[in-house]
């Protein structure tokens, strides 16, 4: 059984930080690619960042030199560093993750979600 656990989200002034944190559990034997999507109030989800197992990186234009993504393989462990935070990134961030499972299973894992409210 794979799980991923995000933290790090809540409320926070327009030109706040926040980092947010997503651990994987379970039988794994390997994790690819990692990212963070979000989906506000009435839009559809969308992606925010994405991270290969290699430390290649990609961004939204609207959070491009705000928002900085990273990864601890060892701690099996994806951030997103959020700086100079606006309103409109307001959201529900979402953990995803393409993970190799013991015994051998390719699949695609999305964590809960956790809040991120952006708001004076």
């Known amino acids: 059984q794979v799980q991923l656990v995000e933290s790090g989200g809540g409320l926070v002034q327009p030109g706040g930080s926040l980092r947010l944190s997503c651990a994987a559990s379970?039988?794994?034997?390997?994790?690819?690619?990692m990212r963070w999507y979000r989906q506000a109030p009435g839009k559809e989800r969308e992606l925010v960042a994405g991270?290969?197992?290699?430390?290649?990186?990609n961004y939204a234009d609207s959070v491009k030199g705000r928002f900085t993504i990273s990864r601890d393989n060892a701690k099996k462990t994806v951030y997103l560093q959020m700086n100079s935070l606006k309103p409109e990134d307001t959201a529900v961030y979402y953990c995803n993750a393409d993970i190799i499972s013991t015994p051998f299973r390719m699949a695609d894992y999305w964590g809960q979600g956790t809040q991120v409210t952006v708001s004076s």
């Open positions: 379970g039988s794994i034997f390997s994790i690819n690619a």
């Open positions: 991270i290969t197992s290699g430390r290649s990186t």
